[in-house]
């Protein structure tokens, strides 16, 4: 693991192996001052975007980096005031196709970080984003009236 990793983690949170280490870490934030009064947190990994919510209830969603087609940062006036935004991500996941990481605090850095992971995973898997969008328009589960 390089000196720049080892330096992120303290020794009891090392990835274990097999894991994929985190990227970036963020906290849905509450409206009011922008404060991390709730129970969403939003991880970034080298392969995978992992939401997490919930306190009695946790429920914990996925979406592989290489099925997001496209992110749109917006910022209200009230989320520009105390330095939050929101990122819309568009993906080819079936359980979460549109992904609003909502009143985040460093919403520029999160989006470069993710984009920069899309990119990279689709390079390891050799695609290229006209692959994923053909592939997918081809399996059929759509109803089209025609009874084929």
Do not use: C
């Not at 849905?28 to 129970?39: I, M, N, S, V």
């Amino acid at each position: 693991m390089s000196e720049e990793m080892n330096n992120r983690y303290e020794d009891n949170e090392m990835p274990r192996i097999g894991e994929n280490p985190e990227l970036m870490r963020e906290r849905k934030r509450w409206g009011f001052l922008g404060l991390p009064w709730t129970f969403t947190k939003y991880i970034l990994t080298s392969k995978k975007i992992i939401i997490q919510k919930g306190f009695f209830r946790s429920v914990e969603n996925e979406i592989l980096m290489y099925r997001v087609i496209d992110m749109t940062l917006s910022r209200t006036l009230f989320q520009k005031m105390f330095g939050l935004g929101t990122l819309v991500v568009y993906s080819h996941d079936k359980t979460t196709p549109e992904l609003e990481v909502k009143n985040i605090k460093h919403i520029r850095e999160f989006k470069e970080v993710l984009s920069e992971a899309v990119e990279k995973d689709r390079m390891r898997m050799k695609m290229r984003q006209s692959e994923i969008v053909d592939g997918l328009h081809d399996f059929g589960d759509h109803d089209d009236g025609i009874g084929f």
